[in-house]
Protein backbone atom coordinates (compact mmCIF):
# COMPACT_ATOMS: atom_id res chain seq x y z
CA UNK A 1 0.00 0.00 0.00
CA UNK A 2 1.13 3.67 -0.53
CA UNK A 3 0.13 6.48 1.40
CA UNK A 4 -0.52 9.81 0.45
CA UNK A 5 0.29 13.11 2.25
CA UNK A 6 -1.22 16.10 2.21
CA UNK A 7 -0.90 19.66 3.65
CA UNK A 8 -3.70 20.77 5.55
CA UNK A 9 -3.87 24.64 6.40
CA UNK A 10 -7.00 26.54 7.72
CA UNK A 11 -8.46 29.53 5.53
CA UNK A 12 -8.93 32.13 9.14
CA UNK A 13 -4.96 31.40 10.49
CA UNK A 14 -1.53 32.01 8.64
CA UNK A 15 0.21 29.80 11.10
CA UNK A 16 -1.62 26.55 11.44
CA UNK A 17 -0.34 23.88 9.76
CA UNK A 18 -0.80 20.02 9.06
CA UNK A 19 0.07 17.24 7.55
CA UNK A 20 -1.83 14.43 7.43
CA UNK A 21 -0.75 10.86 6.05
CA UNK A 22 -3.69 8.68 4.40
CA UNK A 23 -3.53 5.20 2.81
CA UNK A 24 -4.33 4.84 -0.63
CA UNK A 25 -6.92 2.27 -0.05
CA UNK A 26 -8.58 4.25 2.54
CA UNK A 27 -11.71 6.13 2.84
CA UNK A 28 -12.73 9.91 3.09
CA UNK A 29 -14.48 8.92 6.30
CA UNK A 30 -11.48 7.94 8.12
CA UNK A 31 -9.85 10.54 6.72
CA UNK A 32 -12.63 13.34 8.32
CA UNK A 33 -12.00 11.12 11.55
CA UNK A 34 -8.52 11.60 11.77
CA UNK A 35 -9.15 15.19 10.99
CA UNK A 36 -11.85 16.17 13.70
CA UNK A 37 -9.59 13.80 16.23
CA UNK A 38 -6.46 16.04 16.07
CA UNK A 39 -8.60 18.99 16.30
CA UNK A 40 -10.67 18.38 19.03
CA UNK A 41 -14.02 18.93 17.05
CA UNK A 42 -17.17 16.79 16.73
CA UNK A 43 -16.44 13.77 14.33
CA UNK A 44 -20.71 14.01 13.87
CA UNK A 45 -20.83 17.72 12.47
CA UNK A 46 -21.99 17.96 8.96
CA UNK A 47 -19.19 18.25 6.77
CA UNK A 48 -17.41 17.96 3.42
CA UNK A 49 -14.69 17.22 1.49
CA UNK A 50 -14.38 19.05 -2.25
CA UNK A 51 -12.59 17.60 -5.58
CA UNK A 52 -10.99 20.94 -6.74
CA UNK A 53 -9.23 22.05 -9.54
CA UNK A 54 -5.16 23.77 -9.43
CA UNK A 55 -7.44 26.76 -8.25
CA UNK A 56 -8.98 25.32 -5.01
CA UNK A 57 -12.50 25.16 -7.48
CA UNK A 58 -14.85 22.69 -6.64
CA UNK A 59 -15.67 20.00 -8.86
CA UNK A 60 -17.64 17.27 -6.97
CA UNK A 61 -18.49 17.22 -3.19
CA UNK A 62 -17.83 14.41 -1.15
CA UNK A 63 -20.39 14.67 2.31
CA UNK A 64 -20.54 12.84 5.35
CA UNK A 65 -23.85 11.62 5.01
CA UNK A 66 -26.19 11.09 2.40
CA UNK A 67 -28.32 14.71 1.59
CA UNK A 68 -29.90 13.38 -1.82
CA UNK A 69 -33.18 14.58 -1.86
CA UNK A 70 -34.58 11.73 -3.22
CA UNK A 71 -33.77 7.86 -3.59
CA UNK A 72 -32.49 7.49 -7.17
CA UNK A 73 -33.49 4.65 -9.54
CA UNK A 74 -30.29 1.75 -9.25
CA UNK A 75 -28.47 2.79 -12.64
CA UNK A 76 -24.73 2.25 -13.14
CA UNK A 77 -24.67 4.82 -16.44
CA UNK A 78 -21.80 7.45 -16.07
CA UNK A 79 -24.38 10.34 -15.90
CA UNK A 80 -26.49 8.85 -13.08
CA UNK A 81 -22.69 8.63 -11.10
CA UNK A 82 -22.12 12.55 -11.66
CA UNK A 83 -25.88 12.85 -9.83
CA UNK A 84 -25.82 10.69 -7.36
CA UNK A 85 -24.48 12.43 -3.75
CA UNK A 86 -20.88 10.66 -2.92
CA UNK A 87 -20.65 9.65 1.18
CA UNK A 88 -17.45 9.50 2.49
CA UNK A 89 -17.92 5.89 3.75
CA UNK A 90 -18.20 4.52 0.61
CA UNK A 91 -15.26 6.65 -0.82
CA UNK A 92 -11.53 5.17 -1.51
CA UNK A 93 -9.06 8.45 -1.60
CA UNK A 94 -7.39 6.93 -4.62
CA UNK A 95 -10.39 7.02 -6.64
CA UNK A 96 -10.10 10.56 -6.61
CA UNK A 97 -6.73 11.15 -7.15
CA UNK A 98 -5.81 12.46 -10.76
CA UNK A 99 -2.85 15.14 -10.26
CA UNK A 100 0.26 14.42 -8.31
CA UNK A 101 -0.51 17.44 -6.44
CA UNK A 102 -4.35 17.34 -6.24
CA UNK A 103 -5.73 19.99 -4.27
CA UNK A 104 -9.11 19.61 -1.83
CA UNK A 105 -11.56 21.69 0.55
CA UNK A 106 -12.52 20.18 3.36
CA UNK A 107 -15.76 22.23 4.71
CA UNK A 108 -16.36 21.66 8.46
CA UNK A 109 -19.77 22.42 9.98
CA UNK A 110 -22.18 24.08 7.44
CA UNK A 111 -24.06 26.56 9.58
CA UNK A 112 -20.32 28.29 9.84
CA UNK A 113 -18.69 26.90 6.81
CA UNK A 114 -14.92 26.62 8.37
CA UNK A 115 -12.90 26.01 5.26
CA UNK A 116 -9.48 23.92 5.13
CA UNK A 117 -7.29 23.56 1.78
CA UNK A 118 -5.74 20.40 1.26
CA UNK A 119 -2.86 20.10 -1.69
CA UNK A 120 -1.19 16.47 -1.59
CA UNK A 121 2.67 16.69 -1.02
CA UNK A 122 4.14 13.46 -2.05
CA UNK A 123 3.05 9.87 -2.76
CA UNK A 124 5.11 7.27 -0.63
CA UNK A 125 5.19 3.49 0.39
CA UNK A 126 3.68 2.81 3.37
CA UNK A 127 5.47 2.40 6.91
CA UNK A 128 4.44 -1.33 8.10
CA UNK A 129 5.22 -0.06 11.43
CA UNK A 130 2.92 2.52 11.51
CA UNK A 131 -1.18 3.40 11.47
CA UNK A 132 -2.97 5.50 9.12
CA UNK A 133 -4.20 8.11 8.57
CA UNK A 134 -1.82 10.19 11.06
CA UNK A 135 -0.48 13.46 11.57
CA UNK A 136 3.08 13.84 10.34
CA UNK A 137 3.53 17.15 11.13
CA UNK A 138 1.68 19.85 13.33
CA UNK A 139 1.80 23.72 13.59
CA UNK A 140 -0.11 26.14 15.52
CA UNK A 141 -3.15 26.15 17.52
CA UNK A 142 -6.43 25.32 16.98
CA UNK A 143 -8.69 28.64 16.79
CA UNK A 144 -10.60 28.96 19.12
CA UNK A 145 -13.09 30.47 18.00
CA UNK A 146 -13.60 27.12 15.78
CA UNK A 147 -14.45 24.86 18.06
CA UNK A 148 -16.01 26.82 20.80
CA UNK A 149 -18.86 27.20 17.82
CA UNK A 150 -18.81 23.72 16.64
CA UNK A 151 -19.38 22.74 20.48
CA UNK A 152 -22.16 25.00 20.82
CA UNK A 153 -24.14 23.66 17.85
CA UNK A 154 -23.35 19.81 18.29
CA UNK A 155 -25.47 20.54 21.23
CA UNK A 156 -23.15 21.21 24.23
CA UNK A 157 -24.89 23.15 27.17
CA UNK A 158 -23.49 26.60 27.88
CA UNK A 159 -25.89 26.18 31.45
CA UNK A 160 -27.63 29.90 30.86
CA UNK A 161 -29.40 30.84 33.75
CA UNK A 162 -32.68 32.33 33.99
CA UNK A 163 -32.27 32.72 37.64
CA UNK A 164 -35.02 30.41 38.41
CA UNK A 165 -33.80 27.50 41.12
CA UNK A 166 -35.73 24.00 40.83
CA UNK A 167 -35.01 22.76 43.85
CA UNK A 168 -36.39 26.35 45.94
CA UNK A 169 -39.72 25.54 43.96
CA UNK A 170 -42.64 24.79 46.04
CA UNK A 171 -45.67 24.18 44.45
CA UNK A 172 -47.33 25.05 47.80
CA UNK A 173 -46.63 28.75 47.44
CA UNK A 174 -48.42 29.11 44.63
CA UNK A 175 -51.36 28.15 46.61
CA UNK A 176 -50.85 30.25 49.17
CA UNK A 177 -50.93 33.63 46.61
CA UNK A 178 -54.97 32.63 46.23
CA UNK A 179 -55.44 33.11 49.43
CA UNK A 180 -53.15 36.65 49.79
CA UNK A 181 -54.60 39.86 50.95
CA UNK A 182 -53.57 41.56 47.53
CA UNK A 183 -55.96 39.17 45.46
CA UNK A 184 -58.60 39.70 48.68
CA UNK A 185 -61.16 42.05 46.79
CA UNK A 186 -62.62 42.43 50.24
CA UNK A 187 -58.66 43.47 51.34
CA UNK A 188 -58.78 46.37 48.94
CA UNK A 189 -56.27 44.77 46.21
CA UNK A 190 -59.05 43.85 43.79
CA UNK A 191 -57.89 44.62 40.02
CA UNK A 192 -61.50 45.79 39.64
CA UNK A 193 -60.49 48.81 41.76
CA UNK A 194 -58.02 50.14 39.13
CA UNK A 195 -59.30 53.88 38.11
CA UNK A 196 -57.51 54.57 35.01
CA UNK A 197 -58.47 58.30 35.78
CA UNK A 198 -55.99 58.76 38.52
CA UNK A 199 -53.52 58.68 36.42
Same mark, same amino acid.
Given at each position: ?57 ? %? ?88 ? %? ?50
Amino acid at each position: MHIYRFKFTFEEQDDFLREFELGSEQTFEEFHNAITANLGLEKGMLSSFFITDSRFRK %KREISLIDMSPEELPERDDEEHQEEKMLVMKDAVVSDFIDDPHQKLLYVYDYLNYWTFYLEMLKIAPANPKESYPRVSRSLGEVPRELTA %KAHQLSGDDSGFDLGFDEDQYDPEDLKSLENDDFLDEEGGGSFDEFDEEKF
